[in-house]
């Protein structure tokens, strides 16, 4: 990983966790989440959650906060705080539903785009940083495995369940 995150700690009697799937996809979550924190404060977010908030608005149809959060699997507190911060800095703005005054349906500002579009190239890079050494083969493998632990069908590439979270 980059030198611009802090290491983890060494964990205490990891020989125990190795083995662990849960414990081993939650330390990876961790450290790819670092990268993708830096990545985000180097466009002016504050984490990875703003990068996945943004690219949702942006997406698709315009729909209401409530709509993006149940997508995202976020709750409204949380996805609130994110909402108000982005719109705050300019990256998104709200505006009435016309179908229901009392939602709100967020939408990218210009500048909310652009930084919605550096997402792929910091993907690429927090990515290839976390997978540095591993073969060809076993980044096929790897992605492989994980499509099968996040239930994400081959042919339709979305999870049979969860968020959807990208």
């Known amino acids: 990983m980059s030198s611009s995150v802090e290491p983890f700690p060494t ?9 662990d799937i849960a ?3 939650h330390r990876a979550a961790q450290r790819i ?10 466009h002016g977010l ?6 996945i908030v943004l690219a949702a608005v942006g997406e698709g149809e315009k729909r209401t906060q409530l709509a993006i959060g149940q997508e995202l699997g976020l709750d409204k507190t949380t996805l609130m705080s994110v909402l108000d911060r982005l719109e705050r800095d300019g990256f998104v703005v709200r505006t009435v539903d016309p179908n229901d005054r009392r939602a709100r349906v967020p939408e990218l500002t210009e500048i909310g785009a652009k930084v919605r579009d550096l997402k792929v190239p910091a993907r ?7 997978l540095t050494g591993a073969s060809t083969e076993d980044r ?27």
């Open 140 to 166: 096929h493998v790897f992605f492989s495995v994980l499509s099968q632990l996040a239930g994400v069908d081959s042919d339709s590439e979305e999870p049979s369940h969860g968020s959807c979270m990208r």
């Open 11 to 19: 964990c205490p009697n990891t020989s125990s966790v190795r083995t």
């Open 46 to 51: 504050r984490d990875m959650r703003d990068w």
């Open 33 to 42: 989440r670092q990268e993708w924190d830096v990545a985000a404060r180097e």
């Open 124 to 130: 690429q890079r927090v990515e290839e940083a976390a």
């Open 23 to 25: 414990w081993l996809l």
